[in-house]
């Protein structure tokens, strides 16, 4: 369950404690689990989950939290975006095994060309709301992200499931090779 707050998150823990389903509550994700049944086995499959500031963390963490559901195992780098590019390589090399990288921005979005510029892999952009000034709300990093000219797909804004669901679908089809 996406976009939940903490006090929806306490009452679906509540109802699912009555029916006999574990709820797992994932705080910087804004997300809940439900399950019965055993725990996921991770596959091979190994997505790479990156944001340019702290601000696209809800974003990026709710990719991470699908493609970890999904079977995946991620690697995660944050804050590594390009008003302190030098973070970003060391980021980069940490993650050099994953089979797809999810990049979430806001602001003007120019994170992911820059990845997708690095390196070999699939690189999906997630424009984040979190920008402001002309084109705020994340238009300016859909734009940007739609525009570029490094090989990128580009979801929604703020549509971190989405990217790490579409990520998680193509690491377990390239990990299963």
């Given at each position: 369950?996406?976009?939940?707050?903490?006090?929806?998150?306490?009452?679906i823990r509540e109802a699912c404690r009555e029916m006999g389903v574990s709820f797992t509550w994932?705080?910087?994700?804004?997300?809940?689990?439900?399950?019965?049944?055993s725990p996921i086995v991770p596959g091979k499959g190994i997505v790479a989950v990156i944001s340019?500031?702290?601000?696209?963390?809800?974003?990026?963490?709710?990719?991470?939290?699908?493609?970890?559901?999904?079977?995946?195992?991620?690697?995660?780098?944050?804050?590594?975006?390009?008003?302190?590019?030098?973070?970003?390589?060391?980021?980069?090399?940490?993650?050099?095994?994953?089979?797809?990288?999810?990049?979430?921005?806001?602001?003007?979005?120019?994170?992911?060309?820059?990845?997708?510029?690095?390196?070999?892999?699939?690189?999906?952009?997630?424009?984040?709301?979190?920008?402001?000034?002309?084109?705020?709300?994340?238009?300016?990093?859909?734009?940007?992200?739609?525009?570029?000219?490094?090989?990128?797909?580009?979801?929604?804004?703020?549509?971190?499931?989405?990217?790490?669901?579409?990520?998680?679908?193509?690491?377990?089809?390239?990990?299963?090779?």
């Amino acid at each position: 369950i996406s976009r939940i707050s903490p006090d929806h998150a306490r009452a679906i823990r509540e109802a699912c404690r009555e029916m006999g389903v574990s709820f797992t509550w994932h705080e910087k994700a804004a997300m809940g689990v439900l399950s019965r049944g055993s725990p996921i086995v991770p596959g091979k499959g190994i997505v790479a989950v990156i944001s340019a500031g702290t601000s696209d963390l809800r974003v990026a963490e709710e990719a991470r939290v699908i493609a970890e559901e999904m079977g995946c195992t991620v690697r995660t780098a944050y804050d590594v975006g390009v008003a302190g590019i030098h973070r970003l390589f060391p980021a980069i090399r940490k993650c050099l095994d994953a089979h797809v990288f999810v990049v979430a921005a806001g602001r003007e979005g120019t994170l992911p060309a820059i990845v997708a510029g690095l390196i070999d892999r699939p690189v999906i952009g997630v424009p984040v709301s979190t920008g402001y000034g002309y084109m705020g709300g994340g238009q300016a990093a859909l734009a940007s992200m739609l525009q570029s000219c490094a090989v990128i797909a580009v979801v929604n804004i703020d549509a971190g499931f989405v990217a790490g669901a579409f990520a998680a679908r193509i690491a377990n089809m390239v990990g299963d090779r």
